[in-house]
């Protein structure tokens, strides 16, 4: 299995913030690359999928960047909505997937 | 655009099993794999494994090889999940998802884009 880490664990963040979050995968998975965002309760949704490409409907605030083992999700002018946790997930081998731990968003 | 309908929560003693199923509306799942995560209380996401139906080919985590069965049936809008020998450690909602493909070219970007609401499995004596 691919081990995928996140920093941080967690952050506490204003509105109107821009906040950045580290995802760091075990082994090169070239761009393949997803991040969720997951509100308390309910079920996560996908923000970016191919380390760099907005999903349909996501707001353009969201961008995610790296390649390699590296990567970054970034929100910029961060919304009271934007709470919450967000996982990166691997997908460099088909249905062979693993998800980072998370890093928990809190609005000041 | 498809929607994930899940099957109602369920109680299980330990040892027994448990079956998830998880009805795609709106669309067929017959371009796409159908996947199952879990989240335990408080914690993250947990992949459990996928099948790709026009194939019937599961794809199993280590950690839950021997132990679960995921299978889909012929006309691709319904998944099913089971899990075995049940233990309080199984707590948890399982999701279903439909993993689509982005692709361009020769390159395709799998990704969760369409997710169930959830069933919450409960395992206590």
């Known amino acids: 299995d691919i081990h995928m880490t996140q920093s941080p664990s967690s952050l506490s963040v204003s509105v109107g913030d821009t906040v950045s979050v580290s995802c760091r995968a075990g082994?090169?998975?070239?761009?393949?690359l997803n991040w969720y965002h997951q509100k308390p309760g309910k079920a996560p949704k996908l923000l970016i999928y191919?380390?760099?490409s907005l999903h349909s409907g996501v707001p353009s605030r969201f961008g995610g960047s790296g390649s390699g083992t590296d990567f970054t999700l970034t929100i910029s002018s961060l919304q009271p909505e934007d709470l919450g946790t967000y996982y990166c997930?691997?997908?460099?081998?088909?249905?062979?997937?693993?998800f980072g731990p998370g890093t928990k968003l809190e609005i000041k | 655009q498809v929607q994930l309908v899940q099957s109602g929560a369920e109680v299980k003693k330990p040892g027994s099993s448990v079956r998830v199923s998880c009805q795609a509306s709106?669309?067929?799942?017959?371009?796409?794999?159908l996947g199952w995560v879990r989240q335990a209380p408080g914690l993250g996401l947990e992949w459990m494994g996928g099948?790709?139906?026009?194939?019937?080919?599961?794809v199993y985590a280590q950690n839950f090889e021997g132990r679960v069965t995921i299978t889909a049936d012929k006309s691709t809008t319904t998944g099913y999940m089971e899990l075995r020998s049940l233990r309080s450690e199984d707590t948890a909602v399982y999701y279903c998802?439909?993993?689509?493909?982005?692709?361009?070219?020769?390159?395709?970007?799998?990704?969760?884009?369409?997710w169930g609401q959830g069933t919450t499995v409960i395992v206590s004596s």
């Open positions: 082994q090169n998975i070239s761009n393949y």
């Open positions: 997930q691997q997908s460099y081998r088909t249905l062979m997937y693993t």
């Open positions: 191919g380390a760099s």
């Open positions: 998802m439909k993993i689509g493909d982005d692709c361009s070219g020769v390159t395709c970007y799998s990704r969760m884009d369409v």
């Open positions: 099948i790709i139906p026009v194939l019937n080919i599961p």
């Open positions: 709106g669309d067929s799942l017959s371009t796409s794999a």
